[in-house]
């Protein structure tokens, strides 16, 4: 049996375990089609301000005079005091069509400026680190029912801890193995039941997930498509989680930003494509552990800070507008006199889409955040 057949009657076995089961996390009544959610986690501290840039604050300019002059002309218009980086084309064309929600001056309540320790924080979503267990992991048992998840890593990340619906997917880098490894493979774990639906389960979802090219595996892009792809149905994975490093920007931050900014787009844009008529039913969240300083430095970059921003798109999503509560930039405004002030939590907004998008109840947020409670503001459509 040749590795394509082997892997389709394993896709035919797994589609009938999918099949049976009875209910996923939240269901559209009107389209019947399961509510999904994908977490994106911006690992190195994005720049808020030359990604939603507050273009009425009159300290603006005066801090970043050569960072605002490098987009300037360039701005993508939002509101009457935003606009968004210009590499944020797809972005833009979403919150034009009100499927994107900005969040500024956006905090997790870490109070220090060391990335892993920010980053720990942030997945956790409790008032100290821990690395056991995340906040999606969290929202994912308060579910009850068989929500598959997905985390697009190499092992499960401290947000997806905590719960046995999570399970993990990343492209190899080492050559594809004969078809015959896997006959063995099979034949091997015949009697170890938990290993051999591991395998199906792997085996699975590499098919879903498709082929993708050596030289760019690992790129944001390729791994948002093949997340949209598998997620597109009905029985399959409803919840995923993506990450994308590279946003410490030290130093020539201008064109730094520029590139990742645009890989953020393409992968949002790609994940819309992918998951097609379901995009409509699908919110994707995304943040950063911290926000960087108001000044730039002298090596035309930024350094370690504290507010910054969240992206809320999707087709379930009531946007077009931006959210948050805007602190200023003048000096008796800053953050310890040099990083833009936190008003909102990350942790309510995250809480207030999982209770409008999933229909958890306040109960269940408090389980999920037990220090944040959702706000109230409309989300979701």
Not at 265 to 287: F, N, S
Request: aromatic share 8%.
């Amino acid at each position: 049996m040749k590795r394509r057949q082997f892997i389709k009657t394993l896709g035919a076995s797994a589609s009938l375990v999918l099949m049976q089961t009875p209910t996923l996390a939240a269901v559209n009544k009107l389209t019947s089609k399961p509510k999904k959610v994908v977490w994106v986690i911006l690992r190195g501290a994005m720049d808020s301000l030359h990604t939603i840039i507050p273009i009425t604050d009159k300290s603006y300019p005066s801090l970043r005079p050569k960072l605002a002059s490098t987009i300037a002309n360039d701005i993508l218009p939002l509101s009457a005091d935003f606009a968004l980086h210009p590499a944020l084309k797809h972005m833009h064309g979403l919150y034009e069509n009100k499927q994107l929600l900005p969040i500024v001056a956006v905090g997790s309540g870490y109070p220090q400026r060391s990335h892993f320790d920010g980053q720990d924080y942030l997945e956790s979503g409790l008032p100290s680190m821990d690395h056991d267990t995340g906040w999606l992991g969290r929202a994912l048992n308060e579910i009850n029912n068989d929500t598959k998840a997905l985390a697009v890593a190499n092992s499960v990340p401290i947000s997806m801890r905590d719960s046995e619906k999570v399970s993990t997917w990343y492209p190899a880098r080492l050559k594809d193995a004969d078809e015959n490894i896997y006959e063995a493979l099979m034949d091997l774990y015949q009697g170890d039941e938990l290993l051999f639906s591991r395998l199906q389960e792997g085996l699975n979802t590499q098919q879903m997930a498709g082929s993708t090219n050596t030289k760019r595996k690992g790129k944001f892009v390729d791994l948002a498509k093949s997340c949209g792809k598998l997620m597109a149905n009905d029985n399959g994975i409803d919840c995923a989680m993506l990450e994308v490093g590279g946003w410490d920007t030290h130093n020539n931050q201008s064109f730094r930003l520029n590139r990742q900014l645009n890989e953020l787009d393409q992968g949002i844009a790609a994940i819309q494509a992918e998951l097609g008529e379901y995009w409509q039913d699908t919110v994707v969240m995304v943040a950063t552990e911290f926000g960087r300083t108001a000044k730039e430095n002298g090596t035309g970059g930024t350094d370690h800070g504290t507010g910054s921003a969240m992206f809320i798109a999707g087709g379930a999503v009531q946007g077009g507008k931006v959210l948050g509560k805007w602190p200023g930039l003048a000096p008796e405004q800053l953050f310890k006199g040099r990083d833009l002030m936190p008003t909102t939590s990350t942790f309510s907004w995250i809480g207030a889409v999982l209770q409008q998008h999933w229909q958890l109840e306040p109960k269940n947020i408090a389980n999920v955040f037990p220090d944040n409670p959702a706000y109230t503001t409309q989300l979701i459509r």
